[in-house]
């Protein structure tokens, strides 16, 4: 074999080894999403606002009917005035048919749709669309627009 396919056999070769692996690291970060959303619904369930939030990156943008509302903390008044009543949630939330797709190595997207129901009000309904970013302390929203 001559130094040219010998290393053409190599960069084959270290493809298709690294290849798996992005796979298996995409695995962990989608289940690392998975379990953020999961954790972000026990805790408004349980009337832990600030734990439902949790997901969220200081940074992030929700977006509106009325424009795009910055940062955590008016994220978390509009809720506390709308879905929470005396410190509790109102009605119970849950998440149906979630997709989690990777945009990049540290940027990936979730789509799903959310529901309220329970607490003698009628069943609401919507779905949404997040922007996660991987994040020191973990994956991240940094945008979230939900209709």
């Known amino acids: 074999m001559n130094r040219t396919t010998h290393g053409l056999s190599l ?7 690294a290849a798996p692996s992005a ?3 995409w695995a962990a970060d989608e289940a690392e999403i998975r379990q953020r959303l999961a954790d972000s619904a026990l805790a408004f369930n349980r009337g832990d606002l600030p734990g439902h939030l949790a997901a969220y990156d200081e940074s992030v943008t929700f977006m509106t009917k009325d424009g795009p509302r910055a940062g ?4 978390e008044k509009a809720f506390r005035a709308t879905y929470f009543r005396d410190g509790q949630a109102i009605q119970q939330l849950r998440f149906e048919a979630l997709a989690v797709r990777p945009l990049g190595p540290d940027a990936a997207l979730s789509t799903a749709r959310w529901v309220l129901s329970g607490g003698e009000k009628a069943e ?3 779905w949404f669309t997040l922007a996660w970013r991987r994040t ?3 994956w991240r929203v940094v945008h979230d627009h939900s209709s």
């Open 11 to 17: 960069a084959i070769l270290a493809a298709c080894l």
């Open 23 to 25: 796979a298996a690291d």
């Open 72 to 75: 955590v903390a008016p994220i």
């Open 124 to 126: 609401q309904s919507g």
């Open 136 to 138: 020191p302390a973990g």
